[in-house]
């Protein structure tokens, strides 16, 4: 289990060397290492721990009352592309919008440079919803920087009393699948990798919910959908939700459900989700059904589908979880727009 946690100025300072060291492709002047790795005590810093080893850092200050900045981040090598960056970020917002900030800045090279590496942190802060402003080469520096933006007053704390939601992280795949087993279901690792691979490259976003650092549930956004219709109409898809028994009927669906049309908001007036029409032991769809509905979704129009094909009447199909009625929702976003026409 990852934490992000407030550390000391020693435990800081300590950190950034041992990170700089690991990355000299990213940090190759020692006299501007120095300058942060001292710098950072007099910051706010938050690590990413994994049991007792630190592997993560990021530094935050506050230039002015209304403004947070991002003045150091780095994560050790051999822990790239696990979705410690997107923690230790959402952790720094969440802090730095506590302490009063409205927004928070970040200076990186700018993507003109062409720098392989810089180009992949450019891209990572714009996927956090960063916006570039402008390019400046400070005094002596050879190289163009960007300054970036973001806005806090839309941050959602996705926290209601005990429950922590975040995206998924490969940690996270065998505690899930484990955890889906115990109570009988199938849920191989093999599809949560793949899940971790189409959301690093941009095709479907997964979040985890956990209470008391225990795995609870899980959610998945598909920006194309395999549904005809929906993928027609550019409609994203909302996937695969699925809660523990042990948690359900504490709205833990419900803050799942509100991350992901939350986001699917940013590119559709409307979202779309499909749902099985079988009950069962554990309650099947039956649940799922009511929540939906409650939630403003109505049918399509379209009828059932069978492995996303319309079943055609007088045919026969198994009642399994294929056999699906699917649901649109239209978003706050295009309610809000209506509302100004």
Excluded at 61 to 80: K, Q
Excluded at 267 to 296: T, W
């Amino acid at each position: 289990m990852i934490k992000i946690k407030i550390i000391t100025p020693d435990l800081a300072e300590g950190l950034c060397r041992k990170i700089t060291a690991d990355l000299p492709e990213y940090f190759g002047l020692p006299e501007v290492n120095e300058h942060y790795a001292v710098g950072v005590r007099s910051r706010l810093n938050l690590a990413a721990c994994i049991g007792e080893e630190y592997v993560g850092l990021i530094s935050i200050d506050f230039p002015y009352l209304e403004n947070a900045n991002i003045y150091w981040m780095g994560i050790l090598r051999g822990y790239h592309r696990t979705g410690i960056g997107k923690l230790l970020s959402d952790e720094a917002f969440k802090q730095a919008k506590n302490r009063g900030a409205k927004t928070i800045s970040v200076e990186t090279l700018s993507p003109e440079e062409t720098d392989e590496n810089y180009l992949k942190t450019y891209h990572f802060y714009k996927s956090l919803g960063f916006a570039p402003l402008f390019n400046l080469k400070p005094q002596g520096y050879e190289w163009n920087m960007v300054y970036m933006l973001k806005s806090l007053d839309d941050l959602c704390e996705n926290r209601t009393n005990d429950v922590l939601i975040r995206p998924l992280i490969r940690e996270d795949i065998v505690v899930i699948s484990e955890a889906f087993k115990a109570i009988g279901w199938n849920k191989p690792p093999s599809s949560f990798e793949e899940y971790l691979k189409e959301q690093e490259a941009g095709e479907r976003l997964v979040w985890v919910a956990h209470v008391y650092d225990q795995f609870a549930a899980y959610v998945t956004l598909k920006w194309k959908s395999q549904y005809s219709s929906f993928k027609a109409k550019k409609i994203p898809e909302v996937m695969d939700l699925n809660v523990l028994p042990a948690y359900r009927k504490i709205g833990i669906g419900s803050l799942l459900l509100d991350t992901a049309e939350k986001e699917a908001a940013t590119r559709s007036k409307v979202v779309g989700i499909g749902v099985g029409l079988y009950a069962g032991a554990d309650g099947g769809y039956g649940p799922a059904q009511r929540l939906y509905i409650k939630r403003g979704y109505i049918p399509d129009g379209k009828g059932v589908t069978y492995n996303y094909q319309p079943a055609i009447p007088g045919n026969s199909y198994p009642l399994d979880d294929d056999l699906v009625l699917w649901f649109t929702k239209k978003l706050k976003q295009e309610l809000k727009n209506e509302a100004k026409n």
